[in-house]
């Protein structure tokens, strides 16, 4: 634990103690056949956040959480590693993965430094996991790590123009305005919150990929479906209807 970077050790703080809250979401993502992504429930379709061949391919979820994601891609026939953090989020992985009769590798660890060698996967992933709660210049060097070469990364994460229009105050949702500076924006700490998130522009995010050894292919806007919903309040409907909430990276290995 003392080895811990400072925020890696605040993040597992925080989420051991918000894992009970993530309970119910996780049984319902474990139990959907079909991928749904973010606050809004997006449609895999919508997004692609996984790729058509992933029978027979190695992949890993960086923060995986209740590891809903790593159970979608072992079902498409993957073999399947999660990370996280938090033993308590594990805790919640371990009993969904015996009720659902999946079993595959999750690992108590930070992804800024995961347990395996270089080149050991072919897709790398992360929903809010990783890329926003660990450090990017850590964690995408060690997805860069741990990709063969022509491995993909995807990653889905808060959309940088909702971080800048977010209220200090928890739980009031983005109004139109702009409330902080983009420029610098990279380690962030709300007031009223304990975690330490990072939240990148887009040059920022396409220099820190690229620096690491990735190609981007594509930046997906997160537009939810008119009659979409949320349990999140930080965010309105009629909000993410207008400009992006969430935005989805996907990159390739050189
Ligand atoms: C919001 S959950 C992501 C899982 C799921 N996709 C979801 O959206 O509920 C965030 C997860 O990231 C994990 N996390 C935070 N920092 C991490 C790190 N440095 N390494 C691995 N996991 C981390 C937390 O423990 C938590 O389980």
């Given at each position: ?14 989420w ?49 959480g ?36 999946l ?31 660990a ?10 790590r ?79 479906a ?29």
């Open positions: 634990m003392s080895e811990l970077p400072e925020h890696v050790a605040r993040n597992r703080a925080l051991d103690d918000w894992a009970a809250k993530y309970v119910a979401s996780g049984e319902r993502r474990w139990a959907s056949a079909d991928p749904i992504w973010g606050v809004f429930r997006v449609p895999e379709s919508e997004v692609g956040m996984l790729p058509d061949d992933l029978a027979g391919k190695d992949a890993i979820e960086l923060g995986c209740t590891a809903y994601v790593s159970a979608w891609m072992a079902r498409r026939g993957a073999r399947v590693v999660g990370i996280d953090n938090s033993e308590a989020q594990l805790a919640t992985a371990r009993r969904l993965q015996r009720e659902h009769g079993d595959f590798p999750l690992v108590h660890g930070n992804a800024e430094r995961v347990p395996y060698p270089d080149a050991s996967f072919d897709f790398a992933i992360s929903e809010y996991g990783a890329c926003l709660w450090d990017p210049a850590r964690w995408v060097a060690e997805a860069a741990l990709l063969r070469p022509g491995g993909r990364l995807a990653f889905l994460t808060n959309a940088f123009l909702l971080t800048l229009c977010v209220p200090d105050e928890t739980d009031v949702p983005a109004t139109d305005r702009l409330l902080r500076p983009a420029f610098g924006m990279y380690r962030v700490e709300w007031p009223n919150d304990p975690g330490v998130e990072f939240h990148l522009s887009h040059g920022d995010w396409i220099r820190m990929l690229r620096r690491s050894g990735f190609e981007v292919e594509d930046l997906i806007e997160v537009r939810p008119a009659d979409a919903t949320t349990s999140y309040p930080y965010v309105t409907l009629e909000w993410a209807r207008q400009w992006p909430c969430e935005e989805v990276w996907k990159a390739r290995k050189r």
